[in-house]
């Protein structure tokens, strides 16, 4: 089966396929032919992932499905959520966004986390949503190479090292678009089925 992953972040492609193997194709937005940025205009994961879902399937008339992702503080009002990859600003850079998570934490006791991704597939006109959650906690300087992101500020629940310091397939057996993209495979191996 083929889909396209309606995204433009090569890290977010590489897990996906790591995680899907080889019973789905997985086609790039480059690969269709799309190269511009999808618009997120939402205040919620659940509506910028099919915001992004809707866009492709309606230009391209081709299965596909969108993610967002966000980390959500519940000492910062589960900020920055939706804007995770913008807390920082527009140009959506990784490093100002940690520095800026680490300065609105420097006094809060409750370092208490949650990574959450919400895929949005469209098949055949129809419509599902798919959630993944990893909880965790953000420590104080950043460790690790891997990954991108907030990764090497968070520690998932009964670990000790971040995600940045976990190989991608250590990372992938318990990360937030993992759990997702479970759900997501269930459904396609169901839907396959009919």
Same mark, same amino acid.
């Given at each position: ?13 590489? #897990?996906?396929?790591? /995680?899907?193997?080889? %019973? $789905? ?8 032919? +799309?190269? *511009? =940025? ?7 994961? #659940?509506?910028?992932? /099919?915001?992004?879902? %809707? $866009? ?8 596909? +499905?969108? *993610? =967002? ?126």
């Amino acid at each position: 089966m083929k889909l396209c992953f309606a995204t433009n972040n090569a890290h977010k492609i590489h #897990e996906v396929k790591a /995680l899907l193997g080889n %019973e $789905f194709e997985i086609l790039s937005l480059e690969k269709i032919g +799309f190269k *511009d =940025d999808l618009a997120e205009d939402h205040e919620t994961l #659940e509506g910028n992932s /099919l915001q992004k879902a %809707e $866009f492709i399937y309606n230009k391209f008339r081709i299965s596909c +499905f969108a *993610d =967002d992702s966000g980390l959500e503080v519940p000492s910062l009002n589960y900020q920055p959520g939706a804007r995770s990859a913008r807390y920082a600003g527009n140009q959506r850079n990784d490093q100002a966004n940690n520095s800026l998570l680490l300065d609105n934490l420097s006094n809060s006791l409750d370092r208490r986390a949650r990574f959450r991704t919400v895929i949005s597939l469209i098949i055949n006109d129809e419509k599902h949503q798919f959630e993944g959650i990893v909880e965790g906690e953000i420590i104080k300087e950043q460790r690790g190479h891997s990954g991108f992101g907030y990764d090497p500020l968070f520690v998932p629940s009964g670990y000790t090292q971040t995600f940045a310091e976990m190989t991608l397939p250590e990372k992938n057996s318990m990360s937030h678009r993992a759990k997702a993209v479970e759900k997501l495979i269930r459904f396609l191996q169901k839907y396959n089925s009919r």
